[in-house]
């Protein structure tokens, strides 16, 4: 049930990019982008709630495959700032309603 | 003006005792929800609560209990401390949930850190 994250850890130069990857073994109601940094609270970034949705603006975007099984973040030019871990998070319908956190994937961004 | 705010920050405590960690939401939103972050960070949500509707995650232990005075306060006890509730635990809010599932933002409280001996 819980949203598989790939990969676990990455380490960046500052401008380089990078694609978080949230896969799911059945289709997804929505997925929602977290990050937590050392510390700290996890903050919403967005929420994808349609297959083939992509959002975001140039920094920092996401998608939502056609089958809803998948979505990535990007992160393009990275910045010390994005340091942190990265979170997907998924609804499930039917009884018991619960929200779903991914693995969680480490980023460090280094000068 | 601190949206989602939790108290303790911190709390260290012996093995065997009762606890409460309080939250407070000044959002005015619907829903509240409870999260444990292991040493793994991997984040689990233990509880939501939305109109009085309290659905818990089936993995929770009963020692642990949500009570909730009004909308903007979501508490949370604990019976029997043990060493695995060591953790840090998040409170959330979100302005309501549709259709049965989460399609609003979470607004998270700044965690409680708790420490079992």
């Known amino acids: 049930q819980q949203p598989v994250q790939s990969p676990q850890a990455v380490i960046l130069r500052e401008g380089e990019d990078a694609v978080i990857n949230c896969s799911s073994s059945?289709?997804?109601?929505?997925v929602h982008w977290y990050r937590q940094k050392h510390g700290e609270a996890p903050v919403f970034l967005m929420i994808l709630l349609k297959g083939g949705e992509q959002k975001g603006h140039e920094k920092i975007s996401a998608s939502f495959n056609e089958k809803k099984q998948q979505s990535s973040l990007y992160l393009t030019a990275s910045q010390l700032s994005y340091s942190g871990t990265y979170f997907c998070g998924t609804s499930k319908t039917g009884p018991g309603n619960q929200f779903y956190f991914g693995t969680g994937t480490s980023l460090t961004v280094i000068p | 003006d601190t949206a989602v705010s939790q108290t303790p920050k911190y709390l260290v405590t012996q093995m065997g005792n009762d606890k409460s960690i309080k939250c407070e939401q000044n959002?005015?939103?619907?829903?509240m929800y409870w999260y444990k972050q292991d040493s793994k960070k991997f984040l689990k949500i233990m509880f939501s609560y939305n109109n009085k509707e309290l659905i818990i995650n089936e993995t929770v232990p009963n020692r642990f209990s949500p009570k909730s005075p009004d909308k903007a306060h979501l508490n949370l006890h604990i019976n029997s401390l043990e060493l695995g509730d060591s953790a840090v635990y998040f409170c959330a809010s979100s302005p309501r949930r549709s259709s049965g599932v989460l399609q609003e933002t979470q607004y998270f409280g700044p965690g409680t850190r708790l420490l079992v001996l």
């Open positions: 059945k289709a997804l109601y929505s």
């Open positions: 959002l005015g939103h619907d829903t």
